[in-house]
């Protein structure tokens, strides 16, 4: 007695393949001759016209499709009965991406010579005549496995099996074959992949059906290849923000070593300022103890005390800027003419403005160094101003 708390594993589902391929069985198949004035986009009109007068049923109860001979003067077409293929249990014809005849599979081979050709299926066995080079098959043929095999026909036979069929990128099988007991004929016929045009010839679903499966199948790989190049657009941009991510990065870690590095730079530019002043003053370049000294001299041999300084400037060149007050317009005259005459002082420009009574003024002044001939407390205790004695 079972264990009824132990569940059977329930069977594995076998996925259905991309590609159905029907055995020749339920086909009838025919071999026509194209008209050479017939262009190659009126191939498919041409042969629904031809099956509509070879078929003895309607279009609309059949499952059809045609193959084209290298050279473009023949048509290999066939036909199913839909009914039938329903009862053998091919429905839902739409689930599968391509449904081919067996022999559409080998379509495209190449033998070195005449060969017979023997598809060997679960339960038929297709057989046809392969032409030498790449040509169309011919009598083709469909036998129960139990039935006798014929007899060969051109002397050379190869028997083949069709491999799990596989599907590209873009949706086009590849057929492969292996052999079956005997040795291989000679040519190529492993692997195989027919155009794309090719197969919507040779595949037996309606027309109408076929039509919109294949502007739908353009649709979708546009819209696949929009969608890659628009990842690939997004990763370029990815990598851009990270490279200006990084970049700005790099550009904070210069800017705060940089902000590191200011107050010791300034510290170094007031140093070299002060190094330059100090060595124009070892060079006799900048006097202002001298000018300062000769400007005060010149004051105060004026004897009077109406010139105040409020501020002295000295400027690179020994040039004096002097901003003061005077008590009246003539005290500075008489200093800025004093100052214009001393042979020392190089008058450059002078400014006074009078307000309330006093007298502010601006004086700039070039500062020419000579050496004093007397002693400089004499020429303050001598006033410039007194008039000499008459001998």
């Known amino acids: ?138 009598q083709v043929s469909s036998l129960h496995k139990n039935s006798e095999a014929p007899k060969t026909r051109s002397g050379e036979s190869v028997h083949l099996r069709v491999l799990p069929v596989e599907l590209t990128e873009k949706g086009l099988p590849v057929f492969r074959f292996e052999t079956v007991g005997v040795e291989a004929a000679k040519g190529h016929w492993s692997p195989l992949m027919p155009s794309e045009a090719t197969l919507w010839q040779a595949d037996i679903r309606p027309a109408s059906y076929k039509g919109l499966e294949r502007s739908t199948r353009r649709t979708t790989a546009l819209v696949f290849r929009i969608l890659g190049y628009a990842a690939c657009f997004g990763l370029f941009l990815i990598f851009l923000e990270a490279l200006l991510f990084g970049g700005g990065f790099w550009l904070n870690q210069r800017e705060a070593k940089i902000d590191s590095q ?22 006799n370049e900048l006097r202002p103890i001298a000018i300062l000294e000769a400007a005060n001299l010149i004051r105060l041999s004026l004897g009077s005390t109406g010139i105040e300084y409020d501020e002295t400037v000295i400027e690179s060149g020994n040039r004096l800027t002097i901003e003061g007050k005077a008590n009246t317009v003539n005290e500075l005259n008489a200093f800025t003419t004093a100052l214009n005459k001393s042979g020392n002082f190089l008058l450059v420009d002078d400014q006074s403005i009078t307000r309330s009574g006093k007298t502010s003024f601006t004086a700039t002044l070039d500062y020419i160094h000579t050496e004093p001939t007397e002693p400089r407390a004499a020429l303050i205790n001598t006033p410039a101003s007194q008039p000499e004695e008459a001998p």
Request: aromatic share 10%; proline share 9%; charged share 25%.
């Open 1 to 138: 007695m079972s264990d009824p708390t132990i569940i059977a594993p329930e069977p594995e589902s076998t996925p259905q393949p991309d590609v159905l391929v029907l055995p020749a069985e339920y086909f009838f198949v025919e071999q026509v001759d194209v008209p050479p004035a017939l262009a190659a986009s009126e191939l498919a009109d041409f042969a629904e016209l031809s099956m509509e007068a070879i078929a003895p049923f309607p279009l609309e109860q059949l499952r059809w499709g045609f193959l084209t001979a290298p050279d473009g003067q023949k048509l290999l077409i066939y036909a199913a009965l839909r009914d039938r293929l329903k009862r053998a249990g091919f429905t839902d014809l739409e689930n599968y991406v391509w449904v081919l005849p067996d022999f559409a599979t080998l379509h495209g081979a190449r033998f070195e010579r005449e060969v017979d050709v023997v598809l060997h299926g679960e339960q038929f066995d297709t057989h046809f005549v392969h032409p030498g080079g790449e040509a169309m098959p011919t």
């Open 262 to 283: 200011t107050t010791p730079v300034r510290r170094i530019e007031d140093k070299q300022s002060l190094m330059n002043k100090l060595e124009q003053v070892a060079q």
